[in-house]
């Protein structure tokens, strides 16, 4: 059963109550909350989500609350937990969509170590992952959300999730923080894109969330090897460049793109090591969506023994 399938009331009572129990990625997650209108938000951003059975164990137990400040007593301040701890000062009421967002990313980011995670998007096509590993600034969430929206299968715009004995990616797909300027370049770009509220005056600045594809998050339970990795950078004017990057070049890069490679130690460079040998390596510099969807369009078409 999905989400939006609730009843707005039912929905409503679970978030209030023992928790609104989701799939997100290979990860369950229960979320609680007080806040009319961080509950209206999540019931449109979160309707394609499937609800956990009763029998299966959440990873995350994450809550938005109210809080209190003696130097400013009027302002509306909310706080993030996850499994009672904070790990964010109060921020005003406004922003809690994000910091709930944020606050999962983080968790993941310092609590999932069976899995070497990289800092990049990844995208699926004709079967293989597409990596987009990239410092933020560089445009990698806008990237993907114009990806997703023509042809490709979200696995994620923060993280490459990848099995480092398998190699496999596993999917984890959700909400995708646009910030300042690339919203309304996506509001023009891809008027059916679903987004939620913008919201001013975070560390970030505005931010406005992409809800994924239902087919991204009906088929989340689906992995794939990757066989690319393109290093995007998006830059202002500038002609498009996708051009062939060195392995030595990739492999340090990717490895200081990813945040437990050094907890991970040899099994990390290993599996390092094993991807960057099996993927085509690239950069890519572009300023326009046409011709970069076009550009990796050809790329993803290409037989393995053409690339």
Same mark, same amino acid.
């Given at each position: 059963?999905?989400?939006?399938?609730?009843?707005?009331?039912?929905? %409503?009572?679970?978030?209030?109550?023992?928790? *609104?129990?989701?799939?997100?990625?290979?990860?369950?997650?229960?979320?609680?909350? %007080?806040?009319?209108?961080?509950?209206?938000?999540?019931?449109?951003?979160? #309707?394609?989500?499937?609800?956990?059975?009763? &029998?299966?164990?959440?990873?995350?137990?994450?809550?938005?609350?109210?809080?209190?400040?003696? %130097?400013?007593?009027?302002?509306?301040?909310?706080?993030?937990?996850?499994?009672?701890?904070?790990?964010?000062?109060?921020?005003?009421?406004?922003?809690?969509?994000?910091?709930?967002?944020?606050?999962?990313?983080?968790?993941?980011? =310092?609590?999932?170590?069976?899995? *070497?995670?990289?800092?990049?998007?990844?995208?699926?096509?004709?079967?293989?992952? *597409?990596?987009?590993? #990239?410092?933020?600034?560089?445009? @990698?969430?806008?990237?993907?959300?114009?990806?997703?929206?023509?042809?490709? %299968?979200?696995?994620?715009?923060?993280?490459?999730?990848?099995?480092?004995?398998?190699?496999?990616?596993?999917?984890?797909?959700?909400?995708?923080? *646009?910030?300042?300027?690339?919203?309304?370049?996506?509001?023009?770009?891809?008027?059916? #894109?679903?987004?939620?509220?913008?919201?001013?005056?975070?560390? @970030?600045?505005?931010?406005?969330?992409?809800?994924?594809?239902?087919?991204?998050?009906?088929?989340?339970?689906?992995? &794939?090897?990757?066989?690319?990795?393109?290093?995007? @950078?998006?830059?202002?004017?500038?002609?498009?460049?996708?051009?062939?990057?060195?392995?030595?070049?990739?492999?340090?890069?990717?490895?200081?793109?990813?945040?437990?490679?050094?907890?991970?130690?040899?099994?990390?460079?290993?599996?390092?090591?094993?991807?960057?040998?099996?993927?085509?390596?690239?950069?890519? /510099?572009?300023?326009?969506?046409?011709? /970069?969807?076009?550009?990796?369009? &050809?790329?993803?078409?290409?037989?393995?023994? =053409?690339?």
């Amino acid at each position: 059963m999905r989400a939006g399938q609730l009843s707005r009331d039912a929905f %409503r009572v679970l978030l209030t109550g023992s928790g *609104l129990r989701v799939k997100t990625g290979p990860f369950n997650l229960s979320i609680r909350t %007080r806040l009319p209108q961080l509950i209206d938000q999540l019931y449109r951003m979160y #309707a394609h989500y499937s609800l956990m059975g009763e &029998a299966e164990i959440a990873e995350f137990h994450v809550r938005v609350i109210s809080r209190c400040s003696i %130097r400013r007593p009027f302002a509306r301040l909310i706080q993030f937990e996850v499994d009672g701890r904070s790990p964010f000062p109060p921020v005003p009421a406004e922003q809690a969509l994000a910091t709930l967002e944020w606050g999962i990313n983080l968790a993941i980011a =310092m609590r999932i170590n069976h899995l *070497l995670l990289f800092h990049s998007a990844a995208v699926e096509r004709n079967g293989h992952v *597409l990596l987009l590993p #990239a410092w933020p600034g560089s445009g @990698k969430t806008t990237l993907c959300t114009a990806l997703i929206h023509r042809g490709y %299968r979200l696995f994620s715009d923060e993280f490459g999730l990848m099995d480092p004995q398998s190699g496999a990616f596993f999917p984890l797909p959700r909400l995708m923080p *646009l910030k300042n300027r690339s919203i309304e370049v996506i509001r023009d770009y891809l008027p059916e #894109a679903v987004l939620g509220p913008e919201i001013p005056g975070t560390l @970030k600045g505005t931010v406005a969330h992409v809800r994924p594809p239902q087919e991204s998050i009906r088929r989340t339970d689906e992995t &794939a090897q990757s066989r690319w990795i393109v290093f995007p @950078k998006w830059s202002t004017g500038a002609a498009l460049q996708l051009e062939p990057l060195p392995r030595s070049e990739a492999f340090l890069l990717l490895a200081s793109n990813a945040f437990n490679y050094e907890l991970l130690g040899e099994t990390a460079f290993n599996a390092v090591t094993h991807l960057v040998r099996n993927c085509e390596c690239r950069k890519l /510099v572009y300023s326009d969506f046409d011709s /970069v969807l076009a550009a990796l369009d &050809a790329l993803t078409d290409m037989p393995a023994d =053409m690339n």
